[in-house]
């Protein structure tokens, strides 16, 4: 079975880019607890606290430690802006 990736994924920091990626789904460690962002979902912007950011896509699933951040999502694009 393929993974439709339909989703925009960039994960930033102060010093780099660390990841550009075509995703079907990202899962977040928001402040107010773990949520997750498939396609077509409704615009957000929330702060993230300590964990992992885990996206599935044609490669797998993988994931990414973040001590702090936050991100924006709307019309299936998410940027992630974290201190690593």
Do not use: Q, W
Not at 3 to 27: Q, R
Not at 41 to 60: K, N, Q, R, T
Request: glycine share 8%.
């Amino acid at each position: 079975m393929s993974i439709g990736c339909h989703i925009s994924l960039a994960v930033l920091t102060p010093e780099a880019t660390l990841l550009e990626k075509n995703v079907s789904k990202v899962s977040l460690p928001g402040t107010k607890g773990c949520f997750m962002i498939l396609k077509d979902h409704a615009p957000i912007i929330s702060s993230l606290d300590e964990g992992y950011i885990v996206f599935e896509s044609v490669d797998g699933e993988e994931k990414i430690y973040i001590r702090s951040g936050f991100v924006e999502a709307s019309y299936n694009k998410v940027t992630v802006c974290v201190e690593v």
